[in-house]
C-alpha cells in the first residue's frame, strides 16, 4: 500500500494510539491530534491526504473540521467516526461531503480497510456528489456513476435507516444496492461525468427509494438476459443469452429485488425507478 | 475498486476446496473468483467445493459469477458444490430458484465425500 499522510482527530487517546499503531507500519504517516482546534492548526499547517474524526469533540465539532478540511483548496478525503448516530448528525455531515462515515464502537480494522480501499481507487474516492435535500424524511442526492460513489451512497442511506429491523434494513439495502447499480452500470454506463439521482422518502408507513439514471430506459420484454425471463423450472436459462451477447455473467438483480421490497414501479422509459417498503 | 475477496485453496484427494472472506459482488470479488476457477479449469481441476461461510457480502453480480462458473465446471466435465450458506446467501439462493441447481453441504467431509458416493446437497 502506497502510504499516505493522514490526520487523526479524537479526544479517546486509547483510540488514537490503536489506530496510529495499526497504521503507521502499513507505511502511514500519521499525525494524532486530541480536538478541534488542534486539528485545523494542523490542516493549516500541512496537506493531509486523509482525514479521520470524530464529531463529539470537546471545544469544538467535529462537524467543523470536517467542513475546514473540505474547504482546502486540494481537500482530503474524510472519515467520519461517531458515537452519534442520529439521522441529523449523519446529514449535517454529508453535505460536508465525507467519505465514509463510520458509527462507534467499531472494529479499528474497519478503518483499516476503509483506508485501504480509498487509496486503493483514489481518483473515484475523490469524487464528490451534489446534496439537494439532506431531511431525515427526504434525502436526495445527485452523484457520479462510479460503483465507488454506489459503496459511500449506500453507506450513508443504510445509516439513516438504523433504526429499522435487521430483517427490514437488508432487504431494503439489498434492494437500494441492485437497483444503484443497475443505474450506475446499465444507465451511467459507469462514466463518472454522468450523473444518478437519488432520492430517499421515509414516512411513517413506507420507506421509498427513487432512482433516476441518466441512460435511455430499456425494454422489459426484451429482457432476455435476466432471470425474470426464465421459464419455470429453469433458473439459469438466460445465462446462455447473457453468454452470447458478451454480457457478464448476472441476470437476477431484478428477480431478487422484486422478491424483497413490496412495490417496484418504473417510469415508461425505465430510466427512473421507485421501490417501496412498507413498514407496517 | 480494489479486490475485497480473498480466496484460500486446499485439496482434499483430488477436490479443490476455496474458502472465499470477503465480498463477492459487482467488481468486488467477482473477478477475482472467476480468475481463481477457470486456473482449475485450466489445470483440469475440475472437482470444486466453495466454502461460502466468510461472505460478507453478496450482491446478484455475484451470484451471476457463481452461476457462471458452474456452468464453466460442468462443461469442463466436472461439478463445483456450495459449502456453509449463510442464512442470508440461502434466501438469495432460494428467492432465485438456484437452490435447486447447486448442491449445498453444512459439512466439508460430506461434501468432498459426495464426489465418489453421488450424494446431492442439503438443497438439492
Redesign the interface.
Known amino acids: 500500500m502506497t502510504g499516505r499522510h493522514i490526520l487523526l482527530v479524537d479526544d479517546d487517546r486509547g483510540l488514537r494510539h490503536v489506530l496510529a499503531a495499526l497504521l503507521t507500519p502499513a507505511g502511514h504517516v500519521v499525525t494524532a491530534v486530541g480536538d478541534g482546534p488542534e486539528a485545523i492548526a494542523a490542516l493549516n499547517g500541512a496537506r493531509f491526504d486523509i482525514v479521520l474524526v470524530d464529531i463529539g469533540l470537546p471545544s469544538m465539532s467535529g462537524l467543523e473540521v470536517l467542513a475546514h478540511a473540505r474547504s482546502q483548496p486540494d481537500p482530503p478525503l474524510v472519515i467520519v467516526m461517531t458515537a452519534d448516530d442520529t439521522p441529523e448528525t449523519l446529514l449535517q455531515a454529508v453535505k460536508r461531503q465525507p467519505y465514509r462515515y463510520v458509527r462507534k464502537p467499531f472494529a479499528p480494522n474497519t478503518v483499516v480497510q476503509i483506508i485501504e480501499d480509498a487509496v486503493a481507487s483514489a481518483s473515484a474516492a475523490a469524487l464528490s456528489f451534489e446534496v439537494i435535500s439532506a431531511k431525515p424524511e427526504w434525502l436526495e442526492i445527485l452523484a457520479p456513476c462510479s460503483l465507488e460513489m454506489a459503496d459511500r451512497l449506500q453507506s450513508f442511506v443504510m445509516h439513516l435507516e438504523a433504526d429499522l429491523p435487521a430483517a427490514v434494513r437488508e432487504s431494503v439495502a439489498f434492494a437500494f444496492r441492485e437497483l444503484l447499480n443497475n443505474a450506475i452500470e446499465w444507465g451511467g454506463k459507469l462514466d463518472p461525468a454522468r450523473k444518478v439521482r437519488i432520492s430517499c422518502v421515509r414516512t411513517r408507513r413506507m420507506l421509498i427509494y427513487r432512482i433516476s439514471d441518466p441512460g435511455e430506459g430499456f425494454d422489459i420484454d426484451r429482457l432476455r438476459h435476466a432471470a425474470t425471463s426464465n421459464p419455470v423450472g429453469e433458473p439459469m436459462r438466460h445465462m446462455d443469452v447473457r453468454e452470447a451477447q458478451g454480457i457478464r455473467p448476472g441476470g437476477y438483480g431484478l428477480a431478487l429485488t422484486r422478491s424483497l421490497v413490496d412495490e417496484l414501479i418504473y417510469n415508461e422509459a425505465r430510466n427512473e425507478v421507485m421501490c417501496i417498503k412498507h413498514l407496517d | 475498486?480494489?479486490a475485497?475477496l480473498a480466496i484460500e485453496e486446499h485439496r482434499v484427494g483430488d477436490v479443490t476446496v476455496l474458502r472465499l472472506s470477503g465480498r463477492l459482488e459487482?467488481?468486488?470479488g467477482?473477478l477475482a473468483l472467476?480468475a481463481w476457477i477457470d486456473r482449475l479449469i485450466g489445470e483440469d481441476r475440475t472437482r470444486i467445493v466453495l466454502d461460502m461461510q466468510g461472505v460478507t457480502r453478496l450482491?446478484?453480480?455475484g451470484?451471476?459469477?457463481l452461476?457462471?462458473?458452474?456452468?464453466s465446471v460442468r462443461r469442463g466435465g466436472g461439478m463445483m458444490k456450495l459449502l456453509h450458506l449463510t442464512a442470508?446467501t440461502n434466501r438469495?439462493m432460494d428467492?432465485?430458484?438456484?437452490v435447486?441447481?447447486f448442491e449445498t453441504y453444512q459439512d466439508e467431509d460430506e461434501a468432498v465425500r459426495s464426489f465418489t458416493t453421488g450424494s446431492t446437497g442439503d438443497g438439492g
Open positions: 475498486m480494489s475485497l459487482l467488481d468486488a467477482d472467476r450482491d446478484s453480480a451470484i451471476g459469477m452461476v457462471g462458473k458452474f456452468l442470508r438469495l428467492i432465485t430458484k438456484l435447486t441447481v
